[in-house]
T-cell receptor
Framework: GAVVSQHPSRVICKSGTSVKIECRSL??????MFWYRQFPKQSLMLMAT?????????EQGVEKDKFLINHASLTLSTLTVTSAHPEDSSFYIC????????????FGPGTRLTVT | GQSLEQPSEVTAVEGAIVQINCTYQ??????LSWYQQHDGGAPTFLSY????GLEETGRFSSFLSRSDSYGYLLLQELQMKDSASYFC?????????FGQGTELSVKP
């Protein structure tokens, strides 16, 4: 159990457009999901914590108006990169924490975003 | 502030044992996790220590000393498929803060 999916796995978009990435927990309910960004050969940087039914909590330095997060249900969180620019090109990974569990997160396979 | 330190890269041969150290300075600490990530893939969970001591899971073991703000991941009987990046991550009440990662290269 504990499978997390992301869609799409890869996306290429033009500068100025918006892109939506979905994160789903397939076989468990996740009250909390997390969004990370990872540049090549670097660590995972936490962008925001997504809580079902409430506003996301963004890490310092992450623009909440640029990276819109919606956690509409216990199995789905979405990240929308608005007005994307080439510097937003990165690997975006979500994770889900199983309801009631503190110490383990399950990661999605990631989404490779390229902005041209 | 918060910081995690781990070596940037380690090289070892097949069959050997390797230890990857992690020291941390964070506000709020619930435990230390270890994740493995192959190129282009997602991180996969290896182990978690909330209390001091050694946790063993097959070929992988992880150790934590809360008083020293230090932990390590021990990989035994190395295999070529273990070549990957390994990240320590501090659990801050469910939120994970990752170290910079250690790239492990296993040679024949």
């Amino acid at each position: 159990g504990a499978v997390v999916s992301q869609h799409p796995s890869r996306v290429i978009c033009k500068s100025g457009t918006s892109v939506k990435i979905e994160c789903r927990s397939l076989d468990f309910q996740a009250t909390t999901m997390f969004w990370y960004r990872q540049f090549p050969k670097q660590s995972l940087m936490l962008m925001a914590t997504s809580n079902e039914g409430s506003k996301a909590t963004y890490e310092q330095g992450v623009e909440k108006d640029k990276f819109l997060i919606n956690h509409a249900s216990l199995t789905l969180s979405t990240l929308t990169v608005t007005s994307a620019h080439p510097e937003d090109s990165s690997f975006y990974i979500c994770s889900a924490r199983r309801q009631g569990m503190v110490d383990e997160q399950y990661f999605g396979p990631g989404t490779r975003l390229t902005v041209t | 502030g918060q910081s995690l330190e781990q070596p940037s890269e380690v090289t070892a041969v097949e069959g050997a044992i390797v230890q990857i150290n992690c020291t941390y300075q964070t506000s709020g600490f619930y435990g230390l996790s270890w994740y493995q990530q192959h190129d282009g893939g997602a991180p996969t969970f290896l182990s978690y220590n909330a209390l001091d001591g050694l946790e063993e899971t097959g070929r992988f073991s992880s150790f934590l000393s809360r008083s020293d703000s230090y932990g390590y991941l021990l990989l035994q009987e190395l295999q070529m498929k273990d070549s990957a990046s390994y990240f320590c991550a501090v659990n801050q009440g469910g939120k994970l803060i990752f170290g910079q990662g250690t790239e492990l290269s296993v040679k024949p």
